[in-house]
Protein backbone atom coordinates (compact mmCIF):
# COMPACT_ATOMS: atom_id res chain seq x y z
CA UNK A 1 0.00 0.00 0.00
CA UNK A 2 2.91 2.08 0.63
CA UNK A 3 4.21 1.86 -2.65
CA UNK A 4 0.66 2.88 -4.22
CA UNK A 5 0.44 6.35 -1.48
CA UNK A 6 4.76 7.30 -3.69
CA UNK A 7 3.55 6.89 -6.68
CA UNK A 8 0.74 8.67 -6.68
CA UNK A 9 2.44 11.67 -4.57
CA UNK A 10 4.85 11.40 -7.08
CA UNK A 11 2.12 11.73 -9.66
CA UNK A 12 1.05 14.83 -8.26
CA UNK A 13 4.54 16.47 -7.78
CA UNK A 14 4.98 15.98 -11.35
CA UNK A 15 1.96 17.37 -12.78
CA UNK A 16 2.42 20.01 -9.76
CA UNK A 17 5.92 20.49 -11.31
CA UNK A 18 4.36 20.61 -15.03
CA UNK A 19 2.31 23.44 -13.79
CA UNK A 20 -1.48 21.45 -13.70
CA UNK A 21 -3.16 23.04 -11.38
CA UNK A 22 -7.53 22.39 -10.04
CA UNK A 23 -8.23 25.82 -10.99
CA UNK A 24 -6.45 25.37 -14.55
CA UNK A 25 -8.57 22.30 -15.30
CA UNK A 26 -11.51 24.80 -15.14
CA UNK A 27 -10.55 27.74 -16.60
CA UNK A 28 -7.42 26.84 -18.68
CA UNK A 29 -4.99 29.05 -17.78
CA UNK A 30 -1.91 27.07 -18.71
CA UNK A 31 -3.81 25.44 -21.61
CA UNK A 32 -5.03 22.60 -20.40
CA UNK A 33 -7.69 22.27 -22.25
CA UNK A 34 -5.69 22.14 -25.21
CA UNK A 35 -3.18 19.40 -23.99
CA UNK A 36 -7.08 17.09 -23.57
CA UNK A 37 -8.10 17.87 -26.97
CA UNK A 38 -4.86 16.67 -28.16
CA UNK A 39 -4.92 13.72 -26.06
CA UNK A 40 -8.22 12.83 -27.05
CA UNK A 41 -7.76 13.56 -30.87
CA UNK A 42 -4.70 10.97 -30.84
CA UNK A 43 -6.42 8.60 -28.44
CA UNK A 44 -9.80 8.79 -31.93
CA UNK A 45 -6.33 7.53 -33.65
CA UNK A 46 -7.04 3.59 -32.81
CA UNK A 47 -10.67 3.56 -33.94
CA UNK A 48 -11.36 1.68 -37.16
CA UNK A 49 -11.59 3.30 -40.92
CA UNK A 50 -14.36 4.52 -42.18
CA UNK A 51 -15.42 4.90 -44.70
CA UNK A 52 -13.78 1.01 -45.60
CA UNK A 53 -12.48 1.01 -49.30
CA UNK A 54 -12.82 -2.62 -50.47
CA UNK A 55 -11.70 -2.06 -54.55
CA UNK A 56 -8.84 -0.68 -54.08
CA UNK A 57 -6.07 -2.77 -55.88
CA UNK A 58 -3.76 -4.86 -53.69
CA UNK A 59 -0.60 -3.26 -55.20
CA UNK A 60 -2.05 0.11 -54.06
CA UNK A 61 -3.13 -1.29 -50.57
CA UNK A 62 0.05 -2.39 -50.06
CA UNK A 63 1.86 0.52 -51.33
CA UNK A 64 -0.47 2.63 -48.34
CA UNK A 65 0.66 0.41 -45.41
CA UNK A 66 4.48 0.20 -46.55
CA UNK A 67 4.39 4.35 -46.79
CA UNK A 68 2.04 4.44 -43.89
CA UNK A 69 4.04 2.53 -41.30
CA UNK A 70 6.96 4.40 -42.67
CA UNK A 71 5.61 7.65 -42.14
CA UNK A 72 4.56 6.90 -38.54
CA UNK A 73 7.25 5.18 -37.60
CA UNK A 74 9.60 8.38 -38.56
CA UNK A 75 6.85 10.26 -36.65
CA UNK A 76 8.06 8.40 -33.10
CA UNK A 77 11.55 8.70 -34.30
CA UNK A 78 10.75 12.47 -34.16
CA UNK A 79 8.84 12.57 -31.21
CA UNK A 80 11.46 10.65 -29.00
CA UNK A 81 14.64 12.40 -30.10
CA UNK A 82 12.44 15.49 -29.68
CA UNK A 83 11.66 14.63 -26.10
CA UNK A 84 14.85 13.55 -24.95
CA UNK A 85 16.66 16.90 -26.64
CA UNK A 86 13.91 18.80 -24.18
CA UNK A 87 14.89 16.74 -21.27
CA UNK A 88 14.32 18.23 -17.52
CA UNK A 89 12.20 21.28 -19.83
CA UNK A 90 9.47 18.80 -20.62
CA UNK A 91 6.07 19.67 -19.84
CA UNK A 92 3.08 18.55 -21.72
CA UNK A 93 1.24 22.09 -21.40
CA UNK A 94 1.24 25.03 -23.29
CA UNK A 95 3.21 27.17 -20.41
CA UNK A 96 7.24 26.81 -19.89
CA UNK A 97 8.12 26.04 -15.99
CA UNK A 98 9.74 28.23 -14.41
CA UNK A 99 12.79 26.59 -14.36
CA UNK A 100 13.20 25.44 -17.86
CA UNK A 101 15.46 27.17 -20.53
CA UNK A 102 15.31 27.91 -23.83
CA UNK A 103 16.33 24.83 -25.63
CA UNK A 104 17.57 25.90 -29.48
CA UNK A 105 19.88 22.95 -30.47
CA UNK A 106 18.95 19.20 -31.95
CA UNK A 107 15.67 18.57 -32.83
CA UNK A 108 15.12 22.28 -32.01
CA UNK A 109 17.27 23.89 -34.63
CA UNK A 110 15.51 21.90 -37.42
CA UNK A 111 11.81 23.13 -36.12
CA UNK A 112 10.31 24.45 -32.85
CA UNK A 113 7.96 22.22 -32.12
CA UNK A 114 9.89 18.62 -33.07
CA UNK A 115 7.17 16.88 -30.91
CA UNK A 116 4.47 18.50 -33.01
CA UNK A 117 6.10 17.94 -35.78
CA UNK A 118 6.53 13.92 -34.97
CA UNK A 119 2.62 13.61 -33.92
CA UNK A 120 1.35 15.11 -37.62
CA UNK A 121 3.54 12.64 -39.25
CA UNK A 122 2.57 9.66 -37.27
CA UNK A 123 -0.98 11.38 -37.90
CA UNK A 124 -0.28 11.16 -41.89
CA UNK A 125 0.96 7.75 -41.62
CA UNK A 126 -1.84 6.40 -40.07
CA UNK A 127 -4.42 8.26 -42.42
CA UNK A 128 -2.35 6.73 -45.61
CA UNK A 129 -2.07 3.33 -43.93
CA UNK A 130 -5.93 3.23 -43.30
CA UNK A 131 -7.38 5.47 -46.06
CA UNK A 132 -9.96 6.75 -44.14
CA UNK A 133 -11.82 10.12 -44.38
CA UNK A 134 -11.79 9.19 -40.30
CA UNK A 135 -8.63 9.77 -40.16
CA UNK A 136 -7.84 12.51 -42.68
CA UNK A 137 -10.24 14.74 -40.06
CA UNK A 138 -8.40 13.79 -37.14
CA UNK A 139 -5.10 14.93 -38.74
CA UNK A 140 -6.64 18.18 -39.91
CA UNK A 141 -8.16 18.69 -36.29
CA UNK A 142 -5.05 17.86 -34.79
CA UNK A 143 -3.24 20.21 -37.05
CA UNK A 144 -5.25 22.79 -35.89
CA UNK A 145 -4.96 22.50 -31.98
CA UNK A 146 -1.20 21.84 -32.49
CA UNK A 147 -1.03 25.01 -33.82
CA UNK A 148 -2.91 26.88 -31.60
CA UNK A 149 -1.29 25.16 -28.49
CA UNK A 150 2.43 25.93 -30.02
CA UNK A 151 1.07 29.80 -30.67
CA UNK A 152 0.13 30.24 -27.05
CA UNK A 153 3.47 28.23 -26.37
CA UNK A 154 4.87 30.93 -28.45
CA UNK A 155 3.64 33.77 -26.35
CA UNK A 156 4.59 32.64 -22.95
CA UNK A 157 7.95 31.33 -24.50
CA UNK A 158 8.45 35.51 -25.70
CA UNK A 159 7.95 36.52 -22.74
CA UNK A 160 10.11 34.19 -20.48
CA UNK A 161 13.06 34.57 -22.94
CA UNK A 162 13.50 37.61 -24.95
CA UNK A 163 15.88 35.77 -27.38
CA UNK A 164 12.80 33.82 -28.20
CA UNK A 165 11.80 36.24 -30.79
CA UNK A 166 15.14 35.81 -32.55
CA UNK A 167 14.69 32.29 -32.74
CA UNK A 168 11.09 32.25 -34.08
CA UNK A 169 12.49 34.03 -36.98
CA UNK A 170 15.36 32.00 -38.26
CA UNK A 171 13.95 28.99 -37.20
CA UNK A 172 10.32 27.10 -38.78
CA UNK A 173 7.15 26.63 -36.35
CA UNK A 174 6.22 22.86 -37.33
CA UNK A 175 6.71 21.90 -40.92
CA UNK A 176 9.42 24.00 -43.41
CA UNK A 177 7.69 25.78 -46.31
CA UNK A 178 3.77 24.21 -45.33
CA UNK A 179 2.20 28.17 -44.61
CA UNK A 180 -0.15 26.96 -42.46
CA UNK A 181 2.70 25.28 -39.96
CA UNK A 182 5.23 27.70 -40.90
CA UNK A 183 3.84 30.94 -39.90
CA UNK A 184 7.32 32.79 -39.81
CA UNK A 185 6.56 36.26 -40.78
Not at 6 to 32: A, H, P, R, T, V
Not at 67 to 89: H, P, Q, R, T, Y
Not at 151 to 159: A, N, V
Amino acid sequence: MKFKSNLLKDIISLLSKWGFSKQGLFNNSKGEWYLFSQIVLILLHLIPPYPEIKQIPFSIHTLCIILGLGISILGLFIVIKALIDLGENLTPLPYPMNESSLIENNSYKIVRHPIYKGLLYISLGIFIFSLSLIHLSLLILLAYILKIKALKEEERLKIKFPEYKNYINKVPAIIKKLKYLDWRS
